[in-house]
């Protein structure tokens, strides 16, 4: 089993504007079926973690449906509503705890971290990230929501163009 961070950024290291949007990233071209692809790599993903601002913007932009049948985790301070019939989880847990709650529930498939940054940080902290994939977008936003605000060592495993994107695969190196 391994944790994730999966996620888009801009050349300038951002992965949401400002005002947490992501319409930045949907004006670009992605083959789904190409290299590092999110579709396939979902496939593998047995279980998902969030924070609030990113669980309120997958709900807006999906027309307030839920389109993922894995267990997720939302990692949050204030009250969010959940559609019905979702198996969404609200937490304020400790990260190992709910980390170990998430490797349960995924049985045999992975942990996706979706975001933001600062939780995929949050796993890092507590040594429970193992790779981070980047699909760097061609733009660059000026500020926003930080890719990752921590120091990491990584290693580069795999990198590889999907259209518009750069893709890069890191595991994360642990002393």
């Known amino acids: ?103 349960d529930a995924a049985g045999e498939k992975d942990v996706w971290i979706v975001g933001g940054g600062d939780l995929a940080g949050q796993f890092a902290d507590v040594g429970l990230l193992d790779e981070v994939w980047v699909q760097y977008a061609p733009v660059t936003l000026g500020a926003g929501a930080p890719l990752l605000p921590r120091a990491l060592d990584l290693e580069l495993l795999d990198v590889a163009r999907n259209r518009d994107f750069l893709c890069g695969r890191y595991r994360v190196v642990r002393d």
Do not use: C, N
């Open 1 to 103: 089993m391994t944790t994730h961070y999966f996620t888009a950024s801009s050349l300038d290291g951002f992965i949401a504007t400002t005002d947490h949007s992501l319409d930045w990233l949907l004006k670009r071209d992605v083959d789904p079926d190409g290299p590092m692809a999110y579709q396939e790599f979902e496939r593998t993903i047995g279980a998902l973690a969030m924070g609030a601002s990113t669980f309120e913007w997958v709900m807006r932009h999906d027309g307030r449906r839920w389109s993922y049948t894995q267990p997720t985790w939302v990692f949050t301070h204030r009250s969010l509503d959940v559609p019905t019939g979702a198996d969404i989880r609200l937490t304020q847990g400790e990260i190992a705890a709910v980390h170990a709650e998430m490797v």
